[in-house]
């Protein structure tokens, strides 16, 4: 079983930065792929960016240039730095980490994040 807990949500201005972190228990954090999730109410979680037990990164389009997927494997965290934040970034941020040999899937609590003058 792995728990992940986030941290770094919060309120921000427009144009403003935040940066998130999920925080793993696993031991073999390394060997998993992890994901940045954002929900509104009434919709589906949808995939923010992601970054590779290898190291590979891919980003929604909407945050392209804007937001940056990062990982220390020997802290076991996940870090997601948020630029020029919107309004429309305004969402519940969810970490996921997939171990893809058992396909094991794990969610954080998730934190909230407000973009709003």
């Known amino acids: 079983q792995v728990q992940l807990v986030e941290s770094g949500g919060g309120l921000v201005q427009p144009g403003g930065s935040l940066r998130l972190s999920c925080a793993a228990s696993?031991?073999?954090?390394?060997?998993?792929?992890v994901g940045w999730y954002l929900q509104t109410p009434g919709k589906q979680r949808a995939l923010v960016a992601q970054?590779?037990?290898?190291?590979?990164?891919n980003y929604a389009t909407s945050v392209k240039g804007r937001f940056t997927i990062s990982r220390d494997n020997a802290k076991k965290t996940v870090y997601l730095q948020m630029n020029s934040l919107k309004p429309e970034d305004t969402a519940v941020y969810y970490c996921?980490?997939?171990?893809?040999?058992?396909?094991?899937?794990?969610w954080g609590q998730g934190t909230q994040v407000t973009v709003s003058s």
């Open positions: 696993a031991g073999m954090f390394s060997m998993y792929n």
């Open positions: 996921n980490a997939f171990y893809e040999l058992t396909n094991a899937n794990y």
């Open positions: 970054i590779t037990r290898g190291g590979t990164t």
